[in-house]
C-alpha cells in the first residue's frame, strides 16, 4: 500500500483546467459504442440512414433525368419575364452585392463568412456546367462588385457610411422600380410576367420587410392604454390568426374587387402581397409581444426617471431588447412566411411552385414530378437554411441570453 | 419638547400663489422647501398605503426615511417622481405641482434623478452609453458634451475604465455606481435614493455608500430610503420613521438614534440596530 501525501497548493499557484483528448477510437467508443444499447442504437440507426440514402442517390444520380431542370432554368428563376429584360434582375443582383460588401466592411469585417456568401457561392454557381455563359459571367461580375464593395468600405470607411445607409434603405424600392420599370427609361414589366424563384423571393422579401414594422405597431396598439387602439388591435390580431392564410389570399383574389369601385383594378400580385403582409403582421405582433412582456417594469421606471417620454422609452430602451430576446422566433416566421408564398400557386400566380406545374404539364416533360419538385426543394431548403444560419450568428452578435 | 408626528410650517398656497420666479428664487434662499409634501395619500384598490404623509425638504438638505417592509416609505419617494401616483394632497417638487399635466411631470422628472435597489441599468447599452443617453435625447446636448460629462461622472464614482463595458459584465456595486453616474449626468436638483444599498453583497455597500456621502457633502439636496444608520448619522439633516403609511416620528438622527420618543421606533431602532 502507497500512502501518498496530499499536494500543498500554495494560494499563488494557477492550475489550467484538465483538458480531454480523444482519439477517433476513443470518440467512437464513448459517443457511438459505450455501452450495449447505445451501440444498438448506432447500428439501427446506420442501417436505417443506408436505407434510405442509398436508393436515393443511386436514383439522384444514375436514374433521374434532370433535363427538364436545366431545359427550363429560366423559367424556374424568373418566369415569363422578358428574356432581354433580365438584365435588370442581373442589376438589382449586382447593386446587392455592392451594399452587402460595403455593409461587411463597415459593420462586420470580422465575420468571414459573408465573404463565403459573397464570393464562393457566386464562383460556384458560375462553375456549375449547365449554365448559360451569360449567367456564368454575370455570377463572376457579382462576386467582383460584391469584392469592390467590400474593399470601397475598407479603403474609405468614414465616408462610406452614410452612402451605405442610404443605399440600405433606398435599395427596397430601387429593386422594385427596376424589376417593375419605369417610362420611358425602362420598359414596363407587368407583374404577371414575373415569375419563379424570382416571385417567390419578391412575395417574401415584401412580406418580411412590410409585415415586421406593421406587427410591432399592432403588439404597441395591443399594448396602449387608448381604448379604440387596443381593441382594433385585438380584433385584428385574433381574426386574422383564426383564418388560414390560403383563405386569405382567396379572399384578396375573389372578394376584395366586389368592394372596389368599379373599373379600378388592383394588381393579383400586390392582392397577393398585400394578403401575406396583413397575414403576417398579425402573428409577428403576437411575438413582439411576447418579447414586450418579458421585459422587467424596472426598465419603463429606470426610463421615465430620467426624463424619457414614452416614445423614447419605446424605442431606445424597450424595444431593442424586446427584439433581441425575440430574434429567433421572428426569423422563424420569416422562414414559415418564405415558405408560405408558395400558396400563391393555388390562387394562379406562377411563382416557384407555380411554375413547376406549368413546367410539368409540359409535353416532353411529362411525368418528371420527382426530379422538378425535388430541385425546388432544395432551393426552399438553401433560403430556408441561409435565414436561419443567419439568425444564429445575429444572436451570437448581439449575445443573446449572454447579457 | 419637540414635535414627534412632522408637521409643515409650508402650505401648498404658499408656494402656488407666488410667480414662477419669486419661487424659484425663494427656494434657491431657503426660504421655501424643494420638495414639499402635503397630507398626501394612497390607495392600492382597498389598502391605504400612504396616510397623510406631510413633509418639507429644503435645498441642500439629506433625508433619510426608514421604517419596516411595507410601510409605504418606498412608495412615498416614488410618488415624488409619479413613478406611482398620489390620489389626495399636494406634492410640490421644484416649484412645480404634480398632476396629471404630462407637462408637470416631464419637467420634474427632468430635475430628479433616481437610483433604484435593482440598479436597472439598461442591459443592451454600454456604461457610457446608459449615462450619456438621456442628457443627449432629453436635455438634447451634442454627443460629444454628453460624453465629456458622463467621463467626469465615471471618475467621480470611481470607475472610469469600465466605459466601455456592459452592465452584466460589472459586478453589483459597480452597477450602482453607474447608476448614480447615470442620474447625475442629468444635472437634477433633487436625488432620489430607493434602497440603494438593499440588493448588494455586504463588501460592496461601502464602496456606494462612499459615492452617496461624498455626493451628500458636495451640497446636492437627496431623499434617500435606508437602513443604512451608518450613512444617516454621517450625513442626514434629518430621519423620518415611517410605519403603516404614516410618519411616526421625525428628528436629526442624534435626536432620533439617542432619544427616540415613540415606543415603535424605539422597537424599530433596537431590532435593525442590534
Given at each position: 500500500m502507497m500512502n501518498r501525501e496530499p499536494k500543498q497548493y500554495s494560494s499563488g499557484e494557477v492550475l489550467a483546467p484538465p483538458t480531454e483528448r480523444y482519439t477517433i477510437l476513443g470518440w467512437l467508443h464513448k459517443n457511438l459504442f459505450s455501452t450495449w444499447y447505445y451501440t444498438l442504437l448506432t447500428l439501427v440507426t446506420l442501417y436505417i440512414l443506408y436505407a434510405i440514402l442509398k436508393p436515393s442517390l443511386i436514383w439522384i444520380f444514375t436514374?433521374?433525368?434532370?433535363?427538364?431542370?436545366?431545359?427550363?432554368?429560366?423559367?424556374?428563376?424568373?418566369?415569363?419575364?422578358?428574356?432581354?429584360?433580365?438584365?435588370?434582375?442581373?442589376?438589382?443582383?449586382?447593386?446587392?452585392?455592392?451594399?452587402?460588401?460595403?455593409?461587411w466592411?463597415?459593420?462586420l469585417p470580422k465575420e468571414r463568412r459573408v465573404g463565403a456568401v459573397l464570393v464562393i457561392i457566386p464562383l460556384l454557381l458560375?462553375s456549375?456546367?449547365?449554365?448559360?455563359?451569360?449567367?456564368?459571367?454575370?455570377?463572376?461580375?457579382?462576386?467582383?462588385?460584391?469584392?469592390?464593395?467590400?474593399?470601397?468600405?475598407?479603403?474609405?470607411?468614414?465616408?462610406?457610411?452614410?452612402?451605405?445607409?442610404?443605399?440600405?434603405?433606398?435599395?427596397?424600392?430601387?429593386?422594385?422600380?427596376?424589376?417593375?420599370?419605369?417610362?420611358?427609361?425602362?420598359?414596363?414589366?407587368?407583374?404577371?410576367?414575373?415569375?419563379?424563384?424570382?416571385?417567390?423571393?419578391?412575395?417574401?422579401?415584401?412580406?418580411?420587410?412590410?409585415?415586421?414594422?406593421?406587427?410591432?405597431?399592432?403588439?404597441?396598439?395591443?399594448?396602449?392604454?387608448?381604448?379604440?387602439?387596443?381593441?382594433?388591435?385585438?380584433?385584428?390580431?385574433?381574426?386574422?390568426?383564426?383564418?388560414?392564410?390560403?383563405?386569405?389570399?382567396?379572399?384578396?383574389?375573389?372578394?376584395?374587387?366586389?368592394?372596389?369601385?368599379?373599373?379600378?383594378?388592383?394588381?393579383?400580385?400586390?392582392?397577393?402581397?398585400?394578403?401575406?403582409?396583413?397575414?403576417?403582421?398579425?402573428?409577428?405582433?403576437?411575438?413582439?409581444?411576447?418579447?414586450?412582456?418579458?421585459?422587467?417594469?424596472?426598465?419603463?421606471?429606470?426610463?421615465?426617471?430620467?426624463?424619457?417620454?414614452?416614445?423614447?422609452?419605446?424605442?431606445?430602451?424597450?424595444?431593442?431588447?424586446?427584439?433581441r430576446n425575440v430574434i429567433p422566433v421572428?426569423v422563424g416566421?420569416?422562414i414559415?412566411?418564405?415558405?408560405?408564398?408558395?400558396?400563391?400557386?393555388?390562387?394562379?400566380?406562377?411563382?416557384?411552385?407555380?411554375?413547376?406545374?406549368?413546367?410539368?404539364?409540359?409535353?416532353?416533360?411529362?411525368?418528371?414530378?420527382?426530379?422538378?419538385?425535388l430541385?425546388?426543394a432544395l432551393?426552399y431548403w438553401v433560403f430556408s437554411y441561409a435565414m436561419s444560419y443567419a439568425s444564429r450568428r445575429l444572436e451570437v452578435a448581439l449575445g443573446v441570453g449572454e447579457r | 419638547?419637540?414635535?414627534?408626528?412632522?408637521?409643515?410650517?409650508?402650505?401648498?398656497?404658499?408656494?402656488?400663489?407666488?410667480?414662477?420666479?419669486?419661487?424659484?428664487?425663494?427656494?434657491?434662499?431657503?426660504?421655501?422647501?424643494?420638495?414639499?409634501?402635503?397630507?398626501?395619500?394612497?390607495?392600492?384598490?382597498?389598502?391605504?398605503?400612504?396616510?397623510?404623509?406631510?413633509?418639507?425638504?429644503?435645498?441642500?438638505?439629506?433625508?433619510?426615511?426608514?421604517?419596516?417592509?411595507?410601510?409605504?416609505?418606498?412608495?412615498?419617494?416614488?410618488?415624488?417622481?409619479?413613478?406611482?401616483?398620489?390620489?389626495?394632497?399636494?406634492?410640490?417638487?421644484?416649484?412645480?405641482?404634480?398632476?396629471?399635466?404630462?407637462?408637470?411631470?416631464?419637467?420634474?422628472?427632468?430635475?430628479?434623478?433616481?437610483?433604484?435597489?435593482?440598479?436597472?441599468?439598461?442591459?443592451?447599452?454600454?456604461?457610457?452609453?446608459?449615462?450619456?443617453?438621456?442628457?443627449?435625447?432629453?436635455?438634447?446636448?451634442?454627443?460629444?458634451?454628453?460624453?465629456?460629462?458622463?467621463?467626469?461622472?465615471?471618475?467621480?464614482?470611481?470607475?472610469?475604465?469600465?466605459?466601455?463595458k456592459y452592465?452584466g459584465q460589472?459586478?453589483?456595486?459597480?452597477?450602482?455606481?453607474?447608476?448614480?453616474?447615470?442620474?447625475?449626468?442629468?444635472?437634477?436638483?433633487?436625488?432620489?435614493?430607493?434602497?440603494?444599498?438593499?440588493?448588494?453583497?455586504?463588501?460592496?455597500?461601502?464602496?456606494?455608500?462612499?459615492?452617496?456621502?461624498?455626493?451628500?457633502?458636495?451640497?446636492?439636496?437627496?431623499?434617500?430610503?435606508?437602513?443604512?444608520?451608518?450613512?444617516?448619522?454621517?450625513?442626514?439633516?434629518?430621519?423620518?420613521?415611517?410605519?403603516?403609511?404614516?410618519?411616526?416620528?421625525?428628528?436629526?438622527?442624534?435626536?432620533?438614534?439617542?432619544?427616540?420618543?415613540?415606543?415603535?421606533?424605539?422597537?424599530?431602532?433596537?431590532?435593525?440596530?442590534?
Open positions: 436514374q433521374a433525368q434532370w433535363e427538364v431542370v436545366v431545359a427550363n432554368l429560366r423559367l424556374f428563376m424568373v418566369g415569363q419575364y422578358p428574356k432581354d429584360q433580365i438584365f435588370r434582375i442581373w442589376l438589382a443582383l449586382d447593386l446587392l452585392a455592392f451594399t452587402v460588401g460595403l455593409a466592411a463597415l459593420f458560375a456549375l456546367p449547365f449554365i448559360s455563359s451569360y449567367s456564368r459571367i454575370n455570377w463572376i461580375l457579382f462576386a467582383a462588385i460584391g469584392v469592390a464593395g467590400w474593399a470601397l468600405g475598407r479603403w474609405q470607411p468614414k465616408k462610406m457610411r452614410r452612402p451605405l445607409i442610404v443605399l440600405m434603405l433606398g435599395y427596397f424600392p430601387i429593386l422594385i422600380l427596376l424589376i417593375s420599370g419605369f417610362e420611358p427609361i425602362l420598359k414596363l414589366v407587368k407583374t404577371n410576367y414575373w415569375g419563379g424563384l424570382l416571385l417567390t423571393m419578391l412575395l417574401a422579401v415584401v412580406g418580411i420587410t412590410l409585415s415586421f414594422p406593421l406587427g410591432i405597431l399592432l403588439a404597441l396598439g395591443r399594448q396602449s392604454e387608448l381604448p379604440i387602439v387596443k381593441t382594433f388591435s385585438i380584433l385584428y390580431i385574433e381574426m386574422v390568426r383564426g383564418v388560414p392564410l390560403v383563405t386569405i389570399l382567396f379572399m384578396a383574389q375573389l372578394m376584395l374587387p366586389l368592394f372596389l369601385p368599379p373599373g379600378m383594378k388592383i394588381d393579383n400580385v400586390l392582392r397577393a402581397m398585400a394578403g401575406m403582409v396583413l397575414f403576417a403582421a398579425a402573428y409577428m405582433a403576437e411575438n413582439v409581444r411576447g418579447g414586450l412582456q418579458a421585459i422587467p417594469k424596472g426598465q419603463h421606471e429606470a426610463a421615465w426617471a430620467l426624463g424619457l417620454n414614452g416614445f423614447q422609452t419605446m424605442f431606445y430602451i424597450i424595444l431593442p431588447q424586446a427584439l421572428i416566421q420569416f414559415a412566411l418564405f415558405k408560405d408564398t408558395s400558396l400563391v400557386a393555388i390562387v394562379g400566380l406562377l411563382d416557384l411552385l407555380g411554375i413547376a406545374s406549368t413546367v410539368l404539364a409540359q409535353p416532353e416533360f411529362i411525368g418528371r414530378q420527382r426530379e422538378v419538385y430541385f425546388i432551393i | 419638547m419637540r414635535e414627534t408626528v412632522a408637521k409643515v410650517k409650508t402650505t401648498p398656497e404658499q408656494i402656488l400663489s407666488l410667480s414662477e420666479e419669486d419661487r424659484s428664487a425663494a427656494i434657491e434662499r431657503g426660504e421655501l422647501p424643494i420638495v414639499l409634501a402635503h397630507e398626501v395619500h394612497k390607495w392600492y384598490g382597498n389598502f391605504h398605503v400612504l396616510r397623510g404623509i406631510n413633509m418639507e425638504v429644503y435645498k441642500g438638505e439629506v433625508i433619510v426615511i426608514f421604517g419596516p417592509s411595507g410601510s409605504g416609505k418606498s412608495t412615498f419617494i416614488r410618488t415624488i417622481n409619479r413613478l406611482e401616483e398620489h390620489q389626495k394632497g399636494h406634492i410640490i417638487v421644484d416649484g412645480t405641482e404634480l398632476s396629471r399635466d404630462v407637462r408637470n411631470i416631464e419637467k420634474i422628472r427632468m430635475e430628479t434623478g433616481m437610483v433604484f435597489q435593482q440598479f436597472n441599468l439598461f442591459p443592451h447599452l454600454t456604461v457610457m452609453q446608459n449615462i450619456t443617453l438621456a442628457p443627449i435625447h432629453v436635455r438634447k446636448w451634442p454627443k460629444e458634451k454628453a460624453e465629456e460629462v458622463a467621463m467626469q461622472l465615471l471618475k467621480r464614482v470611481g470607475i472610469p475604465e469600465q466605459a466601455d452592465p460589472l459586478s453589483g456595486g459597480q452597477q450602482q455606481r453607474v447608476a448614480i453616474a447615470r442620474a447625475l449626468a442629468m444635472q437634477p436638483k433633487i436625488m432620489l435614493f430607493d434602497e440603494p444599498t438593499s440588493a448588494l453583497d455586504p463588501e460592496m455597500i461601502k464602496e456606494v455608500l462612499d459615492v452617496m456621502i461624498e455626493l451628500a457633502e458636495s451640497g446636492m439636496t437627496m431623499l434617500v430610503v435606508t437602513h443604512e444608520m451608518g450613512f444617516a448619522r454621517a450625513v442626514a439633516n434629518r430621519m423620518y420613521f415611517f410605519d403603516q403609511g404614516q410618519i411616526v416620528e421625525s428628528g436629526t438622527p442624534e435626536e432620533i438614534f439617542s432619544d427616540p420618543k415613540e415606543d415603535r421606533t424605539k422597537l424599530f431602532l433596537s431590532q435593525i440596530l442590534h
